[in-house]
């Protein structure tokens, strides 16, 4: 993004300005190709689109067009704000007292929009001026794009379309056109392949016969299209190809290198989303499917949210790669997801070659230097072959006809679950059949009967060469994750996976996105040999967040972005119950494992809560207003561009506990199970609170009749911040449970051995006590390191008992994260390098430890902050390079 000089002080949050209310896109084709040189991705966006107005499509559009949908009950606005209008107007109009985009948004906005147009944010082309206010004005999310065209399609030219042409003679060119794009997107499902054909074709097809382009005008956060003299969304255009390019300080994506040190691009996911990847529509309620084709060079692999793992085609013109991808479930925008380098597809044994260059570069990122090293070595000398496309191009695979998509089975991974020592009986006791989808018509998985039992989905991994030996952790791990899955939740909403290791700038340790999981190098296991059970726990839990999202987030979604938690607070909670199944934990062992990572969240959320702002701590921070919008469809999202907000927890814990809360009071099998039927009533759809919580309500009546009403669970847990009394008494259970007990009695001896180091005088040396400390799992370890953390004092020997004990640096970075804490608190010198390797491996943990750095004032470990942030500067998340800078600069 560009600076954030030009917004209103007085707001952090993020306006969504797309008016959904009055025309939606139903399906977008994009054309890109990827420029590492110039940090750029340039081509062209295809929207086919359909209005909201009222009125029959026969009568405006011809026959055979189908009716218009005019009440968006399933997946629109459930309320209005105001009668306002978002469009707004260029430079000139902005003199007009008051202007509709100040009804909107407030003088703030203009003052915004004045400025946006001095610093080059406004752009517009030549005869934007001679529209009119009257013009109906279609308005995209937009950002940091630089758009050279629009233009009107002329589908009707394609000779594929003439069979979705209405026959009645007399039907006008504007009509002909509306009509048949009504019927491509209105088109069955069981259709799909050749509806994706079809607007392939149409997305070649040649400007409108008129040769005019339409007007468009680009602001700060938007895009708007006019065509002169058209004042309604049923007389605009209906296919419409917009022509731009990416700038390389864009938001929405990442220009870095990778930890080999070679250059990728990836879409960074929120705050912004996809708007300054390409306009489009940002509100959830614009469910879209999409297809792309994206032209990288031909030694780079392209990966993105897909159906279908295509085998790359070379292009005639710029000798790149052509990778194409599709969905067939209608999705929101922000849900598009790209990732483009030189990755390499993890395999269960590595080649003793490729085996020797991970061996060189096992610490690979910044030890490696550019221009001399192994980090300069060439895939052919590792043992790779000519280039990493050939781990996707390399096997045998099925070729479609005409248009249809190729694909390469062999290229997944079909593990068995008898090899990874599961059982492959379901005890889940559901019977899947008879669902009855409440969702708008697409090829849904939950209705195939060969999806129902498919426990294990096709899945990849790709990464950096010098981590594919590392995550082997994660390919082994999947299997177990998706079956356990299976068993909890029941049918995969997706088809298949890929997981990639992201560069060590990624600011979170995972994001999850249709048919793709960005994974940090954070969660794989830091020792030199392999994992033990133990060491998988960081990993293993959070790839089963990272699935859960399959199911809330992604085929479920919110239907208002600030009610985050029903998205991270339900995975948050299923990570526990998806990794205990994974594990095949008895029904104590769940319980206290759930109890433990229980206490540790509560500590993490009470201390959290302690230091931030209270409006940031509400889950439902529209309360009673959450999922309304203007008459347009716009809306704001409120504190989405707090730089505060993006390192908070408190949607993911207080979401969690408020289900911990709920499964208390039903009884923890009976929530599960409910979960299963509300993703049966409600998988395609997007929710409210409310929907999830009434269904509650009336699945348990006996809740209610305890005064657990939906007011009730408004006020105690979504509607202010701070902390529910029964999270209080229940975190005081919690503190007493026996996996506690045992960390209480580890730190009592830790602490007596400090103080026996505390003695003055002593000129003999000093005879260590033998202490025999019990084995302890991860999650006690890091329960070990926060209470050791609130000793005054701890002597140099004990901590370098500890490092030694627990061989610390082998440890998963919850546990490192925990000890560098401790080793910045009691300035251990001898360990800094544990610090400085933390911050430099391990960015998506290491903002906060920035901050202790600096507090401490003391110049050794000032100087370390400073270094450590010079290191990785460049290729820091912006947020949190923002956040950093402030604390040590």
Same mark, same amino acid.
């Given at each position: 993004?560009?600076?954030?000089?030009?917004?209103?002080?007085?707001?952090?949050?993020?306006?969504?300005?797309?008016?959904?209310?009055?025309? @939606?896109?139903?399906? $977008?084709?994009?054309?890109?190709?990827?420029?590492?040189?110039?940090?750029?991705?340039?081509?062209?966006?295809?929207? &086919?689109?359909?209005?909201?107005?009222?009125?029959?499509?026969?009568?405006?559009?011809?026959?055979?067009?189908?009716? @218009?949908?005019?009440?968006?009950?399933?997946?629109?606005?459930?309320?209005? @704000?105001?009668?306002?209008?978002?469009?707004?107007?260029?430079?000139?109009?902005?003199?007009?007292?008051?202007?509709?985009?100040?009804?909107?948004?407030?003088?703030?906005?203009?003052?915004?929009?004045?400025?946006?147009?001095?610093?080059?944010?406004?752009?517009?082309?030549?005869?934007?001026?001679?529209?009119?206010?009257?013009?109906?004005?279609?308005?995209?999310?937009?950002?940091?794009?630089?758009?050279?065209?629009?233009?009107?399609?002329?589908?009707?030219?394609?000779?594929?379309?003439?069979?979705?042409?209405?026959?009645?003679?007399?039907?006008?060119?504007?009509?002909?056109?509306?009509?048949?794009?009504?019927?491509?997107?209105?088109? %069955?499902?069981?259709?799909?392949?050749?509806?994706?054909?079809?607007?392939?074709?149409?997305?070649?097809?040649?400007?409108?016969?008129?040769?005019?382009?339409?007007?468009?005008?680009?602001?700060?956060?938007?895009?708007?299209?006019?065509?002169?003299?058209?004042?309604?969304?049923?007389?605009?255009?209906?296919?419409?190809?917009?022509? $731009?390019?990416?700038?390389?300080?864009?938001?929405?994506?990442?220009?870095?290198?990778?930890?080999?040190?070679?250059?990728?691009?990836?879409?960074?996911?929120?705050?912004?989303?996809?708007?300054?990847?390409?306009?489009?529509?940002?509100?959830?309620?614009?469910?879209?499917?999409?297809?792309?084709?994206?032209?990288?060079?031909?030694?780079?692999?392209?990966?993105?949210?897909?159906?279908?793992?295509?085998?790359?085609?070379?292009?005639?013109?710029?000798?790149?790669?052509?990778?194409?991808?599709?969905?067939?479930?209608?999705?929101?925008?922000?849900?598009?997801?790209?990732?483009?380098?030189?990755?390499?597809?993890?395999?269960?044994?590595?080649?003793?070659?490729?085996?020797?260059?991970?061996?060189?570069?096992?610490?690979?990122?910044?030890?490696?230097?550019?221009?001399?090293?192994?980090?300069?070595?060439?895939?052919?000398?590792?043992?790779?072959?000519?280039?990493?496309?050939?781990?996707?191009?390399?096997?045998? &695979?099925?070729?479609?006809?005409?248009?249809?998509?190729?694909?390469?089975?062999?290229?997944?991974?079909?593990?068995?679950?008898?090899?990874?020592?599961?059982?492959?009986?379901?005890?889940?006791?559901? =019977?899947?059949?008879?669902?009855?989808?409440?969702?708008?018509? $697409?090829?849904?998985?939950?209705?195939?009967?060969?999806?129902?039992?498919?426990?294990?989905?096709?899945?990849?991994?790709?990464?950096?060469?010098?981590?594919?030996?590392?995550?082997?952790?994660?390919?082994?791990?999947?299997?177990?994750?998706?079956? %356990?899955?299976?068993?909890?939740?029941?049918?995969?909403?997706?088809?298949?996976?890929?997981?990639?290791?992201?560069?060590?700038?990624?600011?979170?340790?995972?994001?999850?996105?249709?048919?793709?999981?960005? @994974?940090?190098?954070?969660?794989?296991?830091?020792?030199?040999?392999?994992?033990?059970?133990?060491?998988?726990?960081?990993?293993?839990?959070?790839?089963?967040?990272?699935?859960?999202?399959?199911?809330?987030?992604?085929?479920?979604?919110?239907?208002?972005?600030?009610?985050?938690?029903?998205?991270?607070?339900?995975?948050?909670?299923?990570?526990?119950?998806?990794?205990?199944?994974?594990?095949?934990?008895?029904?104590?062992?769940?319980?206290?494992?759930?109890?433990?990572?229980?206490?540790?969240?509560?500590?993490?959320?009470?201390?959290?809560?302690?230091?931030?702002?209270?409006?940031?701590?509400?889950?439902?921070?529209?309360?009673?207003?959450?999922?309304?919008?203007?008459?347009?469809?716009?809306?704001?999202?409120?504190?989405?561009?707090?730089?505060?907000?993006?390192?908070?927890?408190?949607?993911?814990?207080?979401?969690?506990?408020?289900?911990? &809360?709920? %499964?208390?009071?039903?009884?923890?099998?009976?929530?599960?199970?409910?979960?299963?039927?509300?993703?049966?009533?409600?998988?395609?759809?997007?929710?409210?609170?409310?929907?999830?919580?009434?269904?509650?309500?009336?699945?348990?009546?006996?809740?209610?009749?305890?005064?657990?009403?939906?007011?009730?669970?408004?006020?105690?847990?979504?509607?202010?911040?701070?902390?529910?009394?029964?999270?209080?008494?229940?975190?005081?259970?919690?503190?007493?449970?026996?996996?506690?007990?045992?960390?209480?009695?580890?730190?009592?001896?830790?602490?007596?051995?400090?103080?026996?180091?505390?003695?003055?005088?002593?000129?003999?040396?000093?005879?260590?006590?033998?202490?025999?400390?019990?084995?302890?799992?991860?999650?006690?370890?890091?329960?070990?390191?926060?209470?050791?953390?609130?000793?005054?004092?701890?002597?140099?020997?004990?901590?370098?008992?500890?490092?030694?004990?627990?061989?610390?640096?082998?440890?998963?970075?919850?546990?490192?994260?925990?000890?560098?804490?401790?080793?910045?608190?009691?300035?251990?010198?001898?360990?800094?390098?544990?610090?400085?390797?933390?911050?430099?491996?391990?960015?998506?943990?290491?903002?906060?430890? $920035?901050?202790?750095?600096?507090?401490?004032?003391?110049?050794?470990?000032?100087?370390?902050?400073?270094?450590?942030?010079?290191?990785?500067?460049?290729?820091?998340?912006?947020?949190?390079?923002?956040? =950093?800078?402030?604390?040590?600069?």
């Amino acid at each position: 993004m560009e600076p954030d000089g030009d917004l209103n002080p007085d707001t952090d949050d993020l306006p969504l300005r797309a008016n959904t209310n009055h025309i @939606l896109v139903k399906h $977008y084709v994009l054309d890109l190709t990827v420029h590492f040189g110039r940090k750029v991705i340039s081509g062209s966006v295809v929207l &086919f689109l359909e209005p909201c107005s009222g009125g029959k499509a026969e009568d405006d559009i011809g026959p055979g067009a189908g009716t @218009l949908e005019t009440g968006r009950t399933q997946d629109g606005p459930v309320g209005r @704000l105001q009668d306002e209008d978002t469009v707004e107007k260029g430079k000139k109009g902005l003199g007009k007292t008051p202007t509709r985009m100040e009804e909107m948004f407030g003088a703030g906005e203009r003052h915004r929009a004045e400025v946006a147009s001095e610093t080059g944010s406004i752009q517009s082309s030549d005869l934007w001026e001679t529209t009119s206010d009257d013009d109906f004005t279609l308005v995209l999310d937009c950002c940091d794009l630089d758009v050279s065209k629009v233009e009107e399609l002329d589908v009707t030219s394609v000779s594929a379309t003439s069979g979705l042409l209405p026959e009645r003679s007399g039907v006008g060119s504007v009509n002909s056109q509306a009509a048949f794009t009504q019927n491509l997107i209105s088109m %069955a499902s069981s259709r799909w392949r050749q509806k994706h054909q079809l607007f392939s074709s149409c997305s070649r097809a040649p400007g409108a016969q008129d040769g005019s382009s339409l007007h468009f005008y680009r602001d700060r956060w938007s895009l708007q299209v006019r065509k002169k003299g058209v004042a309604s969304p049923l007389e605009f255009p209906r296919a419409l190809r917009i022509c $731009y390019e990416t700038r390389p300080t864009g938001g929405s994506v990442r220009w870095t290198k990778d930890q080999d040190n070679r250059v990728c691009v990836y879409t960074a996911g929120s705050p912004i989303n996809n708007r300054a990847l390409f306009p489009c529509q940002e509100p959830p309620v614009a469910m879209s499917t999409w297809q792309a084709t994206v032209r990288a060079p031909n030694e780079c692999v392209v990966l993105m949210s897909g159906e279908e793992q295509t085998v790359p085609i070379e292009d005639g013109d710029t000798h790149y790669l052509m990778w194409n991808y599709y969905v067939t479930m209608p999705m929101p925008a922000s849900t598009f997801t790209l990732a483009v380098g030189h990755w390499s597809q993890v395999t269960a044994e590595i080649p003793p070659t490729l085996e020797e260059g991970v061996t060189d570069r096992a610490d690979c990122g910044k030890t490696a230097k550019p221009g001399s090293g192994p980090g300069e070595r060439t895939e052919a000398e590792l043992g790779l072959g000519s280039s990493t496309r050939d781990v996707v191009k390399g096997t045998p &695979f099925q070729t479609g006809r005409g248009d249809q998509t190729t694909r390469s089975d062999s290229a997944f991974c079909y593990s068995s679950l008898e090899d990874e020592g599961l059982s492959v009986t379901d005890y889940s006791g559901m =019977v899947d059949d008879g669902i009855s989808c409440s969702h708008g018509d $697409y090829p849904c998985r939950f209705t195939e009967r060969s999806a129902r039992s498919q426990r294990v989905i096709p899945h990849r991994v790709f990464g950096p060469v010098c981590l594919l030996h590392k995550a082997q952790t994660v390919l082994k791990l999947l299997p177990r994750c998706w079956a %356990a899955a299976h068993t909890v939740l029941g049918v995969h909403p997706f088809s298949r996976l890929d997981v990639l290791i992201v560069p060590a700038g990624f600011s979170s340790l995972g994001m999850a996105s249709p048919h793709i999981i960005f @994974l940090s190098q954070s969660v794989l296991y830091a020792g030199s040999s392999g994992p033990g059970e133990n060491s998988l726990s960081l990993c293993g839990s959070r790839m089963c967040h990272e699935i859960a999202h399959s199911w809330f987030g992604l085929v479920i979604g919110a239907k208002d972005w600030t009610e985050e938690w029903i998205s991270e607070g339900f995975a948050t909670y299923l990570e526990d119950i998806i990794w205990a199944q994974a594990q095949q934990l008895s029904f104590q062992e769940t319980a206290e494992q759930s109890d433990l990572k229980a206490l540790l969240r509560w500590r993490r959320l009470s201390d959290e809560l302690k230091n931030s702002e209270e409006v940031l701590q509400i889950l439902r921070p529209n309360m009673e207003k959450t999922g309304q919008v203007s008459e347009s469809g716009s809306s704001m999202v409120k504190h989405a561009l707090n730089p505060d907000k993006a390192f908070m927890q408190v949607h993911y814990l207080k979401g969690y506990f408020l289900l911990r &809360f709920l %499964a208390s009071q039903v009884g923890e099998q009976q929530f599960v199970d409910f979960f299963r039927l509300f993703v049966k009533k409600y998988h395609g759809q997007l929710i409210l609170s409310q929907d999830f919580l009434r269904l509650l309500l009336i699945t348990f009546p006996g809740m209610e009749r305890k005064g657990l009403t939906l007011s009730a669970i408004y006020a105690d847990w979504l509607d202010r911040p701070g902390i529910p009394e029964w999270l209080y008494e229940r975190s005081a259970v919690w503190s007493q449970a026996r996996l506690v007990e045992e960390v209480k009695a580890e730190v009592v001896k830790w602490i007596l051995l400090s103080q026996s180091h505390q003695g003055k005088g002593r000129k003999r040396k000093r005879i260590e006590p033998k202490v025999n400390y019990k084995e302890v799992t991860s999650e006690q370890l890091v329960m070990l390191l926060e209470l050791l953390l609130e000793e005054e004092e701890l002597s140099v020997s004990t901590m370098r008992a500890l490092q030694r004990t627990y061989d610390l640096q082998s440890q998963d970075a919850e546990v490192r994260h925990r000890w560098c804490e401790l080793v910045v608190k009691h300035e251990y010198s001898q360990a800094y390098g544990d610090v400085e390797h933390f911050l430099v491996h391990d960015q998506a943990m290491g903002v906060y430890l $920035y901050g202790e750095l600096m507090v401490q004032e003391d110049p050794e470990q000032q100087a370390l902050a400073c270094r450590c942030l010079s290191l990785v500067q460049e290729e820091m998340d912006q947020s949190a390079r923002r956040v =950093v800078e402030e604390m040590v600069l």
